[in-house]
């Protein structure tokens, strides 16, 4: 598809099984897997309650909009989805899947630390790493025991593990 088909409606990428109520065994081969971005359980939203949006032909309910625009996909509803020919997941942006396309299949790392030369895919993991490895700062702090640590997800690993809570107080 080119850059013209492509809305401006989501960026994300679903999974197919859940949208259609299948398991994995009578999911189609040839609909495309598609994963949803940015719903893992590492990042909080910060939203009380999500917004169902419902589908005009089954009445099938989907937690995200995206879902929505897949599942019209597969009514044939929707022909403005990008799927990967290498592993058939599917995107609702021509940029997120071109990101995709650079990262997981070319492998490519445009962040390089200036430092020793290790490279990163994302922008926002570099700083992360300079900080952590580079500067040794641990600017996360456990409220409960104290103890310190350099990434964030550090900190919500250990509150969980040790403490068994899900997200301390930062500092």
Known sequence: ??????KDGSSHRM???FLVGETSDEASSSAPRVQ???SGSSKGSGRAKETAHQCPVCQAQCKFKSELLYHDYLHGLNKDITVCQ??????TKMFTYRSHIKCVHQKIKRYKCAECGKGF???KDLPKHETAVHAKLKPFSCTSCGKSFAKREHLQRHARTVHGTGSPSTG
């Open 1 to 6: 598809m080119s850059d013209a088909s492509v």
């Open 15 to 17: 999974s197919v099984s």
């Open 36 to 38: 949803e971005e940015g």
């Open 86 to 91: 290498e592993c058939e997941l599917g995107f």
């Open 121 to 123: 895919y994302f922008k």
